[in-house]
């Protein structure tokens, strides 16, 4: 129990400072952000917990092709912002559109045997 109480504050701890540096830098908000801190730590994280490097590598894997879609947030969001799509609609068509990316990335590792998914 106390590891999982460690492995959410440590987590939380991080995400917390993110927003908090981007309050005072943008870059140095999303220098933060875009550090692959979260799938650094799911891997120490699952690591520790199996001792499993198959695991570790398949989550690894699975990672760098989700990175693709999940691109489309980050393109759509701020392009609707900035076209002066007020906020709320602009994070659910971005969300939208993610996950329907998240979905198609899926089918295609599917259709191309890609391994977990």
Do not use: C, H, N
């Not at 875009?34 to 499993?52: E, I, Q």
């Not at 990672?63 to 691109?71: G, H, K, T």
């Amino acid at each position: 129990m106390v590891e999982q109480i460690v492995k959410v504050l440590l987590t939380s701890v991080l995400v917390v400072s993110a927003s908090e540096v981007a309050k005072r830098s943008a870059i140095f908000g999303a220098l933060i952000a875009s550090l692959p801190l979260t799938s650094l730590l799911a891997m120490v994280w699952l690591y520790f917990d199996t001792r499993d490097p198959e695991k570790v590598a398949a989550l690894a894997t699975g990672i760098f092709w989700l990175l693709l879609p999940s691109v489309t947030f980050l393109l759509v969001f701020p392009l609707l912002l900035r076209k002066g799509v007020s906020f709320v609609p602009s994070l659910l068509i971005g969300i939208g559109l993610t996950a329907a990316s998240y979905l198609a990335m899926i089918a295609l590792l599917k259709w191309f045997g890609g391994g977990d998914v």
